[in-house]
Structures are given as C-alpha cells and as structure tokens.
C-alpha cells in the first residue's frame, strides 16, 4: 500500500467502547488483532503514542459512550454501528524533511475531530509508526456513532438529521470523498507530502489484497525455513497475489508491444484474455471465470493508460528504424560521455560544502576542520557529478540554469496562489450558501406571519437566524449572486479546485527543490573555483 498521506475508514459493531481505547494503548498482532501478551501473560503498552479525548467530560470514553447511548437509547442493538475509526496516516519523509513529529500530529488530529465531528465523543491517539515500521506517524479518531450536541450544518452533510442531537453519524460517499480533501488541505496548509486522495492510483492495492500479501509472505518464509532446514531447495523468496502476477504481467506484455492487437496476443500466451465492454478494458486469467477488471488493478491498466503507452512504443520504435549516421571518432566519442553522465542517476545526497576557513574563525577545533575536509571532499565529487548531469559546460550556464529554475518555482507559486484564492472563495460561498439553507424554514415561517406586528415579534423571536440569513443574502448581493449553486455542483468545483491545487502544490514542491538543488551546485562550483585561484596568487606574491 501507499505509503504516503492516507486517509480510512472503518465502521464497527462492536458494543465494547474499551476495546478501541485498549488496541490504540496496547500492542496487537497484525494478523489476528489480538492483544499481545509478555511472558508473564499481561498486556504490552505501546510506545511513544499521544492520546486524548473529546466531549466526555473527564469520564472515560467507554463510559461516557455507554452513557449517551442510554440517554438516547440508540446503539442497543446487535446489528448498529457503534463506533467510525478514521485514520490519517502521515508520509514516512515527513519526518525528516518536514518536521513532523507525534505531538504535531496529535495538535492535527485533535483540531481535524473538533473541526469535522464535533457534537460526537471521540478518542485521538497517535502512534510513531506503523505495523509495517515504515516510520510513518500516523493517527487514529474514534468517535461514537451516536451525536450528543446540536452542530453546524457541515458542508458533508446533506441531511437535517445530521446536526440534531441524539442522531447518528453517517460516512456516506460524499462524506468520505470530503473528508479526503480536507485531509490534503491539511497536508498542503502543513508543508507535508500529499497525493491526490480524490483520483485513483495508478496501482489500486486494496486492504484485502494487502493483507494477503502480508499473510502469504509469512507463510512463505516459514515454509522456505522449514526447506532450508531441511536441506530443500526453497521457493521464490517474494509472494505474490493473483493480482500482483497479473499486473507483472500486463506490464511486461505493455514493455513489448507497440500495438493493442501484439499487447492482446502477448497476454494470450500467458494465458491472460483482454476483454474490453463499454469502453473498459478487464483481464480475464485461467483460474477465473470471471474477468478481473482494470479499474480493480489501477489506472495505469485502463483504456487510456494502455493505449497511450503503446503509442509512445510505436513511435519510440519508428525512430529506431531510422537510418543512424555515422559520425567521426572526435564527435562520436564526446557524444557518447555526454550521453553516459546524463543518464546517471541524481546524487540525493548533494550538499553544501563548508567554510572551513570562516568555521576556523568563529573558533572551531581540529576535530570539526577534520570533519569539514572530509565533508568538502565528499561535495566536491557530488557536486562535479551534478554538474556534469546537467550538461553544463560552463559556470555561465549554471548560473542561467539557477535564473530559469527560480522563475519556473515563483511561477508555479504564483498558480498556486491564485487556485488557492479561486478555492477559498469557493469554500465561503459554500459556508454562506449553506448558513442561508439552514435558515430557510425560519424564513417561510416569516411569509406565514398575517400582519405587520406579527412578523416583528417572529422576526424577534428567531432574531439569530435571520441575522445569519441576512449576513449571507448581503454576501450575495456584494459578490454579485443572483442565482445559488446547488449544493452538488459547489461542491463537485471545490474537489476539482483541490485536485488542481494538489497538483499545483506537488509542481511548486517539485521546481523548489530543484532550484534548491541548483542553488548548492552553485554555490559549492563558487567554493571550488575560490579555493583553485588561491594558490596562484601566493606563487605570484613569492615570486
């Protein structure tokens, strides 16, 4: 699975409250989620985890959970939803690049509950990492299906139900999809890692399909043991899904073929039968009888993704016909050496060289200017690597390179600023148009009012409500809005600005760090020019 940002969800039945409390403090086995227990049959605590509470008021959140649910009396029966567990699961890198650390995500998840389920109990716990020890921090919310306080109506919701008091929770698909943005939004407002939540991925590996992977690469290595032990030749090291096999399969078929009819005739030798219905394609393996489809596989195997591969192999194979000159050896030899150091792969650990002689001023010891020449060493390889990866030939074309990256990074900062100001707009009118919905059967009860005197006194019974009715209506008026959107096509803008913006967001990433990149090539090529002319000038003092 992804390893970056993630959001998910789970529903539960289970009538036990303490049971959640128990999993995120203690630890439990991946696979069978049991508690873990030490030699002497107690619990293990986890470690390094944060936790905290919402709307229980000093009792525990079991308790507190099993009181609401009296009080209403809802959540008594078997087949009710008793609990949602989100997760917000945090990019490894976001760590060391970006400074996250287990209190930063807890202060995140704590103002993400308040902000997108307030009125339910809930539990916020953060854990350092995951299962997997990837170093990804990653936080769970647990809140209580049932809400205990009146809320806003949230831009999720779609129903009155959902900000009364003594109603439920409900995760609806729209729900999810805006949780999602709201998860990237954080992410970006943040400074960490983010994907587009909101589109597919390019290999869809469900939670299923992750666990058996998990579960069957255990049982492989158990089983290679026992063979190693007992003097056997062992199996391929690394198990592999049905799925898996036949994504490694498609992708070797899309590897040669430079036509759908040669992509379709590759997969038939390996037994695997391209169907395509309606415009999708679906993959269909001897074990089954039923296809598997592509959007279950990710969208790099769907229509589009495979034709637009097989194009680029008709063409890429069209140029390799052509007739290839020769050149003379003097041309042909520098050619090649360009070709051979372009095609190195990008040092990521470049960086800047130290000053040794401004360290030895501000007083450090041997040992530091020791480390430093080592250091200053190891840069100038990296950095005359990156310089001839670039093709520069001189400094001049280094310091065009810096001017251009920080153009391209201050353009793209400068879309993003101007998505983010579309998406901000956006997200106000979306508040402003839901405060003035909210307010409309107050609003018709003002046209039901027979006379003057008493439409004053409604209008002063239910003076907060058209206080927010005629803030919103002004807004309207000042922004030019005769007509509202409709709820869906506001919304359905506000994901395709989020999309845009994510996208936005990963570019200006992307060109800054080159810049950045570029920047310490210059800046270690300056280091090492100053430090070649210095000796020239003390022979042409001695002489």
């Known amino acids: 699975m992804t390893l970056l940002a993630t959001f998910k969800h789970i529903s539960s039945k289970n009538a036990d409250y303490g049971a959640a409390e128990a999993y995120l403090t203690f630890e439990h086995d991946e696979f069978t989620m049991k508690p873990t227990l030490d030699e002497n049959g107690r619990l293990i605590p986890r470690e390094d985890y944060r936790i905290s509470s919402l709307n229980c008021e000093g009792e525990d959140f079991a308790v507190a959970c099993m009181r609401a649910n009296l009080r209403y009396e809802k959540n008594q029966r078997r087949e009710d939803v008793k609990s949602h567990h989100y997760i917000i699961s945090f990019d490894p890198r976001d760590g060391p690049d970006n400074g996250l650390t287990v209190d930063r995500a807890q202060e995140l998840g704590e103002k993400f509950c308040a902000e997108h389920f307030p009125g339910h109990q809930a539990l916020i716990c953060t854990h350092p990492d995951g299962h997997n020890h990837s170093g990804n921090i990653h936080v769970h919310i647990v809140i209580n299906s049932l809400r205990i306080e009146e809320v806003p109506f949230l831009p999720y919701m779609d129903r009155p139900a959902d900000t009364k008091a003594g109603c439920k929770h409900r995760c609806t698909d729209a729900a999810l999809r805006y949780f999602k943005s709201e998860v990237m939004e954080m992410c970006h407002r943040e400074g960490l890692y983010q994907i587009d939540l909101l589109n597919g991925s390019k290999e869809r590996i469900t939670e299923r399909e992750y666990w058996a992977a998990k579960k069957g690469q255990l049982a ?72 598997i489809t592509a959007r279950k596989l990710g969208d790099d195997f769907d229509k589009a993704a495979v034709l ?125 148009v839901l405060a003035y919905s909210k307010t409309r059967p107050v609003r018709d009860g003002l046209k039901q009012q027979k006379n003057a005197k008493a439409k004053a006194a409604y209008r002063q019974k239910h003076e907060s409500d058209f206080i927010i009715a005629d803030a919103a209506a002004r807004y309207f008026r000042e922004n030019g809005i005769s007509k509202l959107p409709s709820y869906k096509a506001l919304q359905a803008e506000i994901e395709s600005l989020i999309k845009e913006k994510n996208s936005g967001y990963n570019d200006y990433r992307a060109k800054r760090e080159e810049y950045r990149r570029l920047q310490t090539v210059k800046g270690n090529i300056d280091q090492i020019l100053r430090r070649e002319r210095k000796p020239v000038k003390r022979q042409e003092q001695e002489r």
């Open 220 to 291: 492989l290595d158990k089983e290679n043991a026992a063979r190693e032990a007992a003097g056997q030749p062992t199996k391929p090291t690394k198990f592999e899904t049905d799925k898996a096999k036949l994504r490694r399969t498609i992708r070797q078929a899309l590897s040669q073929a430079a036509s759908f009819d040669e992509f379709s005739s590759l997969l038939l030798r390996e037994g695997v039968t391209v169907k395509e219905s309606r415009g999708r394609l679906s993959y269909l393996t001897p074990d089954r009888t039923k296809p």
């Open 308 to 432: 637009a591969l097989l194009t680029q192999n008709a063409h890429r194979a069209a140029e390799q016909t052509k007739a290839i000159p020769e050149y003379p050896a003097a041309v042909k030899k520098p050619l090649q050496g360009e070709k051979t150091t372009k095609t190195t792969p990008a040092d990521n650990t470049l960086q800047r060289m130290v000053d040794r002689e401004a360290k030895r001023a501000e007083g450090k010891g041997v040992g530091y200017d020791r480390w430093a020449s080592k250091h200053n060493l190891k840069q100038m390889a990296a950095t005359v690597t990156a310089y001839q990866q670039y093709g520069f030939s001189s400094p001049e074309e280094l310091d065009e390179a810096c001017s251009a990256a920080y153009a391209a990074m201050q353009e793209s900062l400068t879309e993003l600023k101007q998505v983010e100001k579309t998406l901000n707009g956006k997200k106000e009118l979306q508040r402003q």
